[in-house]
């Protein structure tokens, strides 16, 4: 079984509590959102692999790490996702962005591919899937699904906020996948929104309804 991880560092929960007031307004939220996924990639990349190299200080010679060469690439899942990628960036420029469009098929509710772009060298990178809630898993599982189908391997998944439910699906239909979120909410309501949640991510962020 993939970790699940709450980054509950107190700058993030602060934060949190600021995108979840629905009197916060776009241009906060969208700052905050950045802001809480910048601190976020910092722990998401906390076990990447350290190689030992010589650096030679004003005083010495001497053995010093680096991050050992580990690719990687940040996949959000459109639209809300989008949001999250900027602040990722900060910590890890390097880092190349592939993109997965995902809409419900109104009579099936089940998430349909509708866009797909990733970066030539993807399977060989480790891909950090970005999506601000995780509430049934649906959106999640189908574009870990769509990752492992192109031949990708390293994926973890990133959310702000999830429903136990989303964790659970996601945990059992991709056991192999690490979860890091900033906060497990209580439940999904009867219109699939996350309590206490903080509304649709998207609209939120982009200004939309
Ligand atoms: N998507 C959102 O944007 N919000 C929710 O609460 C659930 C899914």
């Known amino acids: 079984?993939?970790?699940?991880?709450?980054?509950?560092?107190?700058?993030?929960q602060h934060k949190l509590t600021y995108i979840r007031d629905k009197d916060t307004k776009t241009k906060d939220f969208r700052e905050l959102v950045d802001e809480i996924a910048t601190m976020m990639a910092y722990e998401i990349t906390r076990?990447?692999?350290?190689?030992?190299?010589s650096v030679?200080?004003?005083?010495?010679?001497?053995?010093?790490?680096?991050?050992?060469?580990?690719?990687l690439g940040?996949?959000?899942?459109?639209?809300?996702?989008?949001?999250?990628?900027?602040?990722?960036?900060?910590?890890i420029p390097a880092a190349k962005v592939g993109h997965i469009g995902l809409f419900r098929n109104?009579?099936?509710?089940?998430?349909?591919?509708y866009y797909v772009n990733l970066p030539a060298d993807a399977t060989e990178r480790l891909l950090i899937v970005v999506d601000p809630m995780l509430a049934t898993g649906g959106s999640a599982n189908a574009a870990i699904a769509s990752l492992k189908?192109?031949?990708?391997t390293q994926i973890k998944l990133m959310?702000?906020?999830?429903?136990?439910?989303?964790?659970?699906?996601?945990?059992?239909a991709h056991p192999d996948v690490d979860i890091y979120l900033a906060s497990l909410d209580s439940h999904l309501n009867d219109h699939g929104?996350?309590?206490?949640?903080?509304?649709?991510?998207?609209?939120?962020m982009f200004g939309t309804k």
């Not at 076990?47 to 190299?53: Q, R, V, Y």
């Open 1 to 12: 079984m993939g970790t699940l991880t709450i980054c509950d560092h107190p700058l993030i």
């Open 47 to 53: 076990d990447l692999p350290l190689e030992t190299i």
């Open 56 to 71: 030679t200080t004003p005083i010495v010679e001497a053995p010093s790490n680096v991050i050992s060469g580990r690719m």
């Open 74 to 91: 940040v996949i959000p899942i459109l639209r809300a996702g989008l949001g999250m990628v900027e602040g990722m960036l900060k910590l």
């Open 106 to 113: 109104p009579e099936t509710l089940q998430p349909v591919e």
């Open 149 to 152: 189908s192109r031949g990708c």
């Open 159 to 172: 959310c702000l906020i999830a429903a136990p439910e989303g964790v659970a699906a996601v945990q059992q």
């Open 193 to 204: 929104y996350i309590v206490p949640g903080l509304g649709d991510a998207g609209d939120r």
